[in-house]
Protein backbone atom coordinates (compact mmCIF):
# COMPACT_ATOMS: atom_id res chain seq x y z
CA UNK A 1 0.00 0.00 0.00
CA UNK A 2 2.78 2.53 1.01
CA UNK A 3 4.45 1.66 -1.97
CA UNK A 4 1.83 2.14 -4.17
CA UNK A 5 1.26 5.47 -2.78
CA UNK A 6 5.13 6.21 -3.08
CA UNK A 7 4.38 5.74 -6.43
CA UNK A 8 1.27 7.81 -7.00
CA UNK A 9 3.11 10.73 -5.72
CA UNK A 10 5.84 10.48 -7.84
CA UNK A 11 3.99 10.18 -10.46
CA UNK A 12 2.39 13.36 -9.57
CA UNK A 13 5.40 15.28 -8.93
CA UNK A 14 6.73 14.37 -12.79
CA UNK A 15 3.60 15.35 -14.55
CA UNK A 16 4.09 18.71 -12.57
CA UNK A 17 7.61 18.97 -13.17
CA UNK A 18 10.54 20.89 -11.18
CA UNK A 19 10.02 24.49 -10.28
CA UNK A 20 12.86 27.05 -11.51
CA UNK A 21 13.33 30.15 -9.27
CA UNK A 22 13.50 33.94 -10.75
CA UNK A 23 12.83 37.07 -9.79
CA UNK A 24 11.09 39.26 -12.49
CA UNK A 25 10.76 43.27 -13.08
CA UNK A 26 7.55 44.34 -14.78
CA UNK A 27 8.80 46.91 -17.63
CA UNK A 28 6.02 48.34 -21.02
CA UNK A 29 6.19 45.97 -23.52
CA UNK A 30 7.00 49.52 -25.89
CA UNK A 31 8.31 52.71 -24.97
CA UNK A 32 9.59 56.36 -26.33
CA UNK A 33 11.18 59.43 -25.29
CA UNK A 34 9.11 61.71 -28.20
CA UNK A 35 10.34 64.78 -29.35
CA UNK A 36 10.44 67.01 -32.54
CA UNK A 37 12.97 67.81 -35.33
CA UNK A 38 11.86 71.29 -35.73
CA UNK A 39 11.70 74.61 -32.98
CA UNK A 40 9.43 76.70 -32.10
CA UNK A 41 7.44 77.56 -29.11
CA UNK A 42 4.63 75.44 -28.01
CA UNK A 43 1.13 76.58 -29.14
CA UNK A 44 -1.02 73.42 -27.96
CA UNK A 45 -0.35 70.42 -25.60
CA UNK A 46 -3.24 68.07 -26.21
CA UNK A 47 -2.33 65.75 -23.39
CA UNK A 48 -0.80 65.13 -20.04
CA UNK A 49 0.19 62.27 -17.66
CA UNK A 50 -1.71 59.42 -17.15
CA UNK A 51 -3.91 59.79 -20.61
CA UNK A 52 -4.12 57.21 -22.55
CA UNK A 53 -3.69 57.69 -26.51
CA UNK A 54 -3.75 56.45 -30.06
CA UNK A 55 -1.50 55.78 -32.59
CA UNK A 56 -1.24 58.90 -35.35
CA UNK A 57 -2.83 60.81 -32.61
CA UNK A 58 -1.39 64.57 -32.54
CA UNK A 59 0.09 64.94 -29.02
CA UNK A 60 1.54 68.35 -29.06
CA UNK A 61 2.29 70.97 -31.79
CA UNK A 62 4.64 74.42 -31.73
CA UNK A 63 3.71 77.29 -33.41
CA UNK A 64 3.22 76.51 -37.42
CA UNK A 65 0.81 79.56 -38.79
CA UNK A 66 3.38 80.37 -41.49
CA UNK A 67 3.53 77.12 -42.51
CA UNK A 68 -0.03 76.87 -42.78
CA UNK A 69 -0.14 80.56 -44.82
CA UNK A 70 2.79 78.42 -47.12
CA UNK A 71 0.88 75.71 -47.97
CA UNK A 72 -2.47 78.11 -48.82
CA UNK A 73 -0.40 79.44 -51.57
CA UNK A 74 1.68 76.46 -52.15
CA UNK A 75 -2.22 74.97 -52.95
CA UNK A 76 -3.30 77.81 -55.08
CA UNK A 77 -0.20 77.73 -56.99
CA UNK A 78 -1.51 74.43 -58.16
CA UNK A 79 -4.91 75.19 -58.76
CA UNK A 80 -3.33 77.51 -61.59
CA UNK A 81 -0.46 75.32 -63.06
CA UNK A 82 -3.04 72.42 -63.28
CA UNK A 83 -5.30 74.87 -65.83
CA UNK A 84 -2.83 75.52 -67.25
CA UNK A 85 -1.56 72.35 -68.32
CA UNK A 86 -5.15 71.52 -68.70
CA UNK A 87 -5.13 74.50 -71.35
CA UNK A 88 -1.55 73.44 -73.07
CA UNK A 89 -2.70 69.67 -73.34
CA UNK A 90 -6.23 70.83 -75.53
CA UNK A 91 -4.35 73.31 -77.52
CA UNK A 92 -1.51 70.44 -77.93
CA UNK A 93 -4.26 67.81 -78.94
CA UNK A 94 -5.95 70.25 -81.00
CA UNK A 95 -2.88 71.08 -83.18
CA UNK A 96 -1.94 67.56 -83.30
CA UNK A 97 -5.29 66.14 -85.47
CA UNK A 98 -3.56 68.59 -87.93
CA UNK A 99 -0.15 68.09 -87.91
CA UNK A 100 0.03 67.14 -91.11
CA UNK A 101 -1.05 70.30 -92.80
CA UNK A 102 0.55 72.68 -90.08
CA UNK A 103 4.33 73.87 -90.23
CA UNK A 104 6.58 71.59 -88.09
CA UNK A 105 7.42 74.77 -86.33
CA UNK A 106 4.24 75.58 -85.03
CA UNK A 107 3.83 72.29 -83.94
CA UNK A 108 6.97 72.52 -81.69
CA UNK A 109 5.95 75.26 -80.13
CA UNK A 110 2.71 73.81 -79.13
CA UNK A 111 4.52 70.56 -78.50
CA UNK A 112 7.28 72.70 -75.94
CA UNK A 113 4.28 74.73 -74.34
CA UNK A 114 2.62 71.66 -73.00
CA UNK A 115 5.67 70.32 -71.87
CA UNK A 116 6.55 73.27 -69.80
CA UNK A 117 3.18 73.09 -68.66
CA UNK A 118 3.27 69.91 -67.47
CA UNK A 119 6.58 70.40 -65.55
CA UNK A 120 5.45 73.47 -63.68
CA UNK A 121 2.66 71.48 -62.72
CA UNK A 122 4.69 68.70 -60.96
CA UNK A 123 6.84 71.19 -59.61
CA UNK A 124 4.30 72.81 -58.07
CA UNK A 125 2.50 69.51 -56.47
CA UNK A 126 6.32 68.83 -55.16
CA UNK A 127 6.59 72.50 -53.70
CA UNK A 128 3.34 71.17 -51.94
CA UNK A 129 4.35 68.30 -50.62
CA UNK A 130 7.47 69.79 -49.19
CA UNK A 131 5.39 72.64 -47.21
CA UNK A 132 2.97 70.06 -45.65
CA UNK A 133 6.14 68.15 -45.11
CA UNK A 134 7.51 70.78 -42.92
CA UNK A 135 4.11 71.94 -41.28
CA UNK A 136 4.17 67.78 -40.50
CA UNK A 137 7.05 68.14 -38.80
CA UNK A 138 5.67 70.58 -36.19
CA UNK A 139 3.08 67.83 -35.12
CA UNK A 140 3.86 65.29 -32.42
CA UNK A 141 2.01 61.75 -32.79
CA UNK A 142 2.07 58.95 -31.05
CA UNK A 143 3.87 56.62 -33.34
CA UNK A 144 1.95 53.61 -30.84
CA UNK A 145 -1.03 53.65 -29.01
CA UNK A 146 -0.46 53.85 -24.91
CA UNK A 147 -0.03 55.52 -21.98
CA UNK A 148 1.87 58.97 -21.31
CA UNK A 149 4.10 58.48 -18.46
CA UNK A 150 5.64 61.44 -18.23
CA UNK A 151 6.07 65.41 -20.06
CA UNK A 152 8.67 67.80 -19.46
CA UNK A 153 6.84 70.84 -21.57
CA UNK A 154 4.13 73.34 -21.42
CA UNK A 155 2.56 75.81 -23.93
CA UNK A 156 4.16 78.30 -24.31
CA UNK A 157 7.79 76.82 -23.87
CA UNK A 158 10.42 76.79 -26.37
CA UNK A 159 11.71 73.47 -28.04
CA UNK A 160 15.00 73.31 -29.37
CA UNK A 161 17.25 70.32 -29.28
CA UNK A 162 16.30 67.06 -29.17
CA UNK A 163 15.56 67.16 -25.40
CA UNK A 164 12.35 64.01 -24.80
CA UNK A 165 9.05 66.14 -24.36
CA UNK A 166 7.38 63.31 -23.67
CA UNK A 167 7.60 59.84 -22.41
CA UNK A 168 4.89 57.03 -24.10
CA UNK A 169 4.83 53.54 -22.74
CA UNK A 170 2.26 50.72 -23.93
CA UNK A 171 -0.08 49.79 -21.91
CA UNK A 172 0.43 45.91 -22.22
CA UNK A 173 3.63 44.93 -20.48
CA UNK A 174 6.02 41.94 -20.06
CA UNK A 175 7.91 40.32 -16.85
CA UNK A 176 12.01 40.42 -17.42
CA UNK A 177 12.63 37.14 -15.65
CA UNK A 178 15.87 36.45 -14.01
CA UNK A 179 17.04 32.90 -13.20
CA UNK A 180 20.36 31.13 -12.79
CA UNK A 181 22.04 30.42 -15.38
CA UNK A 182 22.49 26.63 -15.19
CA UNK A 183 18.86 26.43 -16.06
CA UNK A 184 18.85 28.18 -19.23
CA UNK A 185 18.90 24.68 -21.60
CA UNK A 186 15.87 23.50 -19.12
CA UNK A 187 13.85 26.60 -19.92
CA UNK A 188 12.11 26.63 -23.31
CA UNK A 189 9.28 29.22 -24.71
CA UNK A 190 5.69 27.85 -23.83
CA UNK A 191 6.93 27.00 -20.56
CA UNK A 192 4.61 27.93 -17.90
CA UNK A 193 5.30 30.51 -14.50
CA UNK A 194 3.68 31.12 -11.61
CA UNK A 195 4.84 35.17 -10.39
CA UNK A 196 3.56 36.85 -7.76
CA UNK A 197 3.73 40.99 -7.10
CA UNK A 198 5.80 41.89 -4.44
CA UNK A 199 3.35 42.78 -1.74
CA UNK A 200 0.38 40.88 -3.08
CA UNK A 201 -1.26 37.69 -2.03
CA UNK A 202 -2.42 35.73 -5.00
CA UNK A 203 -0.32 34.28 -7.31
CA UNK A 204 -0.88 34.73 -11.10
CA UNK A 205 0.15 32.47 -14.39
CA UNK A 206 1.99 32.87 -17.80
CA UNK A 207 3.99 31.56 -19.70
CA UNK A 208 7.21 32.08 -21.37
CA UNK A 209 7.23 34.22 -24.79
CA UNK A 210 10.94 34.79 -25.24
CA UNK A 211 13.95 33.21 -23.89
CA UNK A 212 17.53 35.30 -24.34
CA UNK A 213 20.05 34.01 -25.81
CA UNK A 214 23.28 35.76 -23.94
CA UNK A 215 23.86 35.26 -20.17
CA UNK A 216 24.53 38.51 -18.15
CA UNK A 217 28.51 38.35 -17.54
CA UNK A 218 28.02 39.83 -13.99
CA UNK A 219 25.48 38.27 -12.21
CA UNK A 220 25.75 35.20 -13.79
CA UNK A 221 22.14 34.99 -15.01
CA UNK A 222 19.45 34.01 -17.57
CA UNK A 223 16.82 36.12 -18.63
CA UNK A 224 13.74 35.58 -20.55
CA UNK A 225 9.97 37.13 -21.22
CA UNK A 226 6.34 36.62 -19.87
CA UNK A 227 3.93 38.39 -21.78
CA UNK A 228 1.00 39.91 -19.42
CA UNK A 229 -1.09 43.36 -19.07
CA UNK A 230 -3.14 45.22 -15.93
CA UNK A 231 0.38 45.22 -14.24
CA UNK A 232 1.52 48.84 -13.72
CA UNK A 233 5.72 48.86 -14.79
CA UNK A 234 8.30 49.55 -12.34
CA UNK A 235 7.05 46.39 -9.95
CA UNK A 236 8.81 43.41 -8.79
CA UNK A 237 8.29 40.26 -7.65
CA UNK A 238 9.12 36.25 -7.76
CA UNK A 239 8.55 33.53 -10.01
CA UNK A 240 8.77 29.78 -10.86
CA UNK A 241 9.19 28.68 -13.82
CA UNK A 242 7.91 25.23 -14.26
CA UNK A 243 10.08 22.63 -16.65
CA UNK A 244 9.32 19.16 -16.57
Known amino acids: MMKTLLLSLLFSLSLMGEEIYATFDVVARKEANLNLTAQGIVKRLNTDVGNHVKKGSVLLEIDNDDLVASIDLARERLKKAKIEEQFARQTYDRY ?8 AELMDQYTLAYQKASAASSEAKASLRYQETLLEKTRLRAPFSGVISSRSIEVGDSVVGSASLLKLISSDVKLIL ?55 PGLFGEAYIVVK
Open 96 to 103: RQVESVIE
Open 178 to 232: NFDEKYLHHVKVGSKVRYRIDGQSQDKIGSISKIYPSVNAKNRKATAEVLTSNIA
